[in-house]
C-alpha cells in the first residue's frame, strides 16, 4: 500500500516542506536526539472501504472553506480519518498519558478529548491562559479552553506549551487529542478572544517550544510512517532525521506558500511517462488518507489504467492489476517512484475491512477543483 522508497519524511520550518526544505543549512548526518515511537491504526470496521472516501471528502472541504476566526460551532460527526497515525504523550506533574493522532494538516496540541478516554485534570504545572478554543477539522470540531502546561516527549520535557482542552463532545474515539505538526500560522483563529496570536507549537520556526527550550537543535520533526502490515514501525524524530532511515539522500524544495506543508509537484505514468499532472502546487497530508488529483490528472490516471469507479466504495478499480506501471511524482528536482503496489489498498486493509483480499481497489482519488493554491493532497498512503 506504500512505497518503501518514500515511507519517511521530514518536516522543517515554516519556509519548507515535508522533507523538502527550503533551508539548506540543515544537518542530517546524525541520530536524532529526541524520538517517539507511532503506530498504525484504521477504521474500517464501521462503513468499510466506502468509509475512507467519505471522510476524505470531508476533510478536503475544510481546505476548500477561508479559516474561521474564533467561535465555531460544535458538531456531533465523528472526527475520524481512516488511516491513523498514534503516539503517547504525557501531561502535567504527576503526569497524565494521552495517545494523540499525529497530524501534519493542523497545528494545535489537542489533549481530553475522547469521553471515553484519560480525561485532562488540571495539576500543579497547569495554567489557564483564559482564552477559549475553537478548532475545524473538516470532519469534526472542538470547542475548549486553552491551557499551559508541561508536556513530556521522547524522555524530555518542555514547559508552558499551549494545550487546547475540550469542554464538549468532539467526536474522539480511537485517540485522546492531536498532536499538530503543520506550520504554526495554522494556529490563527482557533483563540477565540485573540484570533490573530499564534499559538506555539512544538516544533515550527517561529515558536518552536522544544528548540526554545533548548531539548532539539533546529525546528523539525521527520516521521517516519508505520505499514499497515507493521503496525508497530512509525517514529517521530525531533531536531534531525536519522539517516538510517531514509533509503535514499534527503532532496529539498520551497514551500509553495499555501500555508500548510506544501511543494510543487508534476506526475508522469508508466514507462513512456504519460503526462498526469503539470507542475503544480499542493499540500503532503497525514490526515488525508487517500492521493488527491484535480478532475482532469485523476481522469488521465483512470484513463491510462484502464480503471472505473466501484459502485460500493466510491474508489477506483482495475480490471487486471498486473498491468499498472509506476507514478512518477518530481519534486524539487528528484523524482520518487510509486510502484504498482503502492498504488493499491494492501491487503491487511482490505481484509480488516470485509473486502475479498484478492480486490484491487487503489488508492488513487478525484479531488475536483480542490482549492486555489492547492491542486494536489498527498496523503497517508503516499507518505
Not at 458538531?75 to 497515525?85: E, G, H, I, V
Not at 494521552?98 to 496540541?109: A, C, H, Q
Not at 500543579?124 to 513530556?152: C, H, K, L, M, Y
Not at 509553495?256 to 508522469?268: K, P, V
Request: with cysteine; glycine share 10%; proline share 8%.
Amino acid at each position: 500500500m506504500y512505497s518503501p522508497r518514500i515511507c519517511t519524511f521530514a518536516l522543517l520550518t515554516a519556509t519548507s516542506v515535508l522533507g523538502f526544505p527550503a533551508r539548506h543549512d540543515v544537518r542530517v548526518d546524525s541520530p536524532s536526539p529526541l524520538t517517539l515511537t507511532t503506530q498504525f491504526k484504521s477504521n474500517l470496521r464501521n462503513g468499510g472501504l466506502s468509509r475512507i472516501l467519505k471522510n476524505d471528502l470531508a476533510r478536503l472541504d475544510c481546505f476548500n472553506q477561508p479559516k474561521k476566526p474564533g467561535g465555531i460551532h460544535v458538531s456531533t460527526t465523528d472526527l475520524l480519518t481512516s488511516f491513523l497515525m498514534t503516539t503517547s504523550i504525557q501531561v502535567g506533574n504527576p503526569p497524565q498519558t494521552f495517545e494523540v493522532l499525529v497530524d501534519t494538516g493542523s497545528s494545535n496540541l489537542i489533549v481530553g478529548a475522547n469521553p471515553n478516554s484519560t480525561q485532562y485534570h488540571p495539576t500543579r504545572t497547569s495554567r489557564p491562559t483564559g482564552d477559549q478554543v475553537a478548532i475545524q477539522f473538516g470532519s469534526g470540531e472542538i470547542a475548549g479552553n486553552e491551557v499551559t502546561d508541561q508536556v513530556s516527549i521522547g524522555g524530555v520535557t518542555v514547559t508552558g506549551q499551549s494545550l487546547s482542552i475540550p469542554t464538549q463532545e468532539a467526536g474522539f474515539v480511537l485517540f485522546d487529542g492531536i498532536v499538530g505538526l503543520g506550520p504554526d500560522d495554522l494556529t490563527l483563529g482557533t483563540l477565540v478572544q485573540n484570533p490573530n496570536q499564534v499559538v506555539p507549537t512544538l516544533t515550527d520556526a517561529s515558536t518552536p517550544t522544544l528548540a526554545q527550550q533548548k531539548h532539539i537543535k533546529q525546528p523539525l520533526a521527520a516521521l517516519t510512517i508505520p505499514l499497515a502490515a507493521k503496525p508497530q514501525g512509525g517514529s517521530i524524530d525531533f531536531g534531525v532525521p536519522d539517516p538510517k532511515k531514509f533509503n535514499s539522500p534527503i532532496t529539498f524544495a520551497p514551500s509553495t506558500g499555501n500555508g500548510f506543508w506544501s511543494a510543487t509537484q508534476t506526475i508522469t505514468y508508466g514507462k513512456q511517462k504519460l503526462n498526469i499532472l503539470e507542475p503544480s502546487p499542493g499540500v503532503f497530508d497525514s490526515g488525508t488518507s487517500l492521493l488527491f488529483l484535480p478532475t482532469p490528472a485523476f481522469q488521465a490516471y483512470a484513463a491510462a489504467t484502464n480503471a472505473t469507479v466501484d459502485p460500493e466504495t466510491g474508489l477506483l478499480t482495475v480490471p487486471d492489476p498486473k498491468t499498472l506501471e509506476s507514478l512518477y511524482f518530481e519534486i524539487g528536482g528528484t523524482t520518487f517512484e510509486f510502484t504498482p503496489n503502492a498504488q493499491k489498498i494492501s491487503k491487511v486493509v482490505l481484509q480488516e475491512a470485509g473486502v475479498d483480499p484478492s480486490s484491487t481497489l487503489l488508492v488513487i482519488a478525484d479531488g475536483g477543483s480542490l482549492s486555489v493554491g492547492i491542486n494536489f493532497i498527498n496523503g497517508f498512503v503516499w507518505l
